[in-house]
């Protein structure tokens, strides 16, 4: 591995930063386009990045934002483990740049099983693929929660999709949804039900929608042969 470092672009969901990365960090950043995310990448050293710019305060910054972390070592899933868990925050307004996660394979030679069951929880997930949910304060359309922010989403032809931004329910409280920053950097809702298995990545059971089932009103990814938006009602074209 080369340990040239290199000034890259690093996009965050509520902004990005520019940072100087080596080759296996620009690798974990790299989802197939052309841009780089900073979710894979996990936590950079504050003194490799140079500058940072804010969505919400629309204004770009001189040195590193603020990065919190914490390391739970919680065992999220047979053979995974998560270290650590942290987010890059502005230090003008607090709010959150990106978010990260790092897992860990106590045995490197053994699959990863099925996600722990969620316990101590109201929200009914489905009990073969449940995951530990933390409830947080959050101003969307879709009530979040966090445990599995940051895995890289993959389809059915084992393609690298884009990764997790957040994971919820729907506003009247119906259905469990992962929100996926895809690729090209577009948000899309992906239904509990169309989720194969949770584990080290995230494994849909369909090619991610790219078509027109994507409602133009309120962002909400519907199934295959819908006329109508799920969530909203709203006619798809």
Known sequence: ?????????????????????????????NLGG?????????????EKISKYYCNT????????PKIEYENPNEIVA??????????????TCGSILAEYRNFSKPDETASVGAAIPVTNTNVAAPPAQSVQLQEQPKTSSVKTF??????????????????????GIQPDQSSIVLVVTRNDGTDVTIK??????????VLLGSLLAE????????????SQGS?????????LK
């Open 1 to 29: 591995m080369s340990s040239e470092l290199r000034l890259k672009k690093l996009r965050g969901s509520g902004g990005f930063i520019m940072a100087t990365v080596n080759d296996d960090q620009q690798r974990k950043g």
């Open 34 to 46: 052309p841009d780089l995310f900073l979710a894979p990448v996990g936590r950079l050293d504050s």
């Open 57 to 64: 305060c629309e204004r770009e910054y001189e040195g590193s």
């Open 78 to 91: 047979e053979n995974l483990v998560l270290l650590e868990k942290g987010q890059y925050m502005c230090t």
């Open 146 to 167: 966090s445990s599995i922010t940051g895995l890289g989403v993959y389809d059915t032809e084992a393609r690298k999709v884009g990764v997790v931004k957040e994971m």
């Open 192 to 201: 509990w039900d169309d989720i194969r298995k949770i584990g080290e990545i």
């Open 211 to 222: 078509n027109n089932l994507k409602c133009i009103k309120c962002n909400y990814t519907n």
């Open 227 to 235: 006329k109508f938006c799920e969530s909203c009602g709203n006619k």
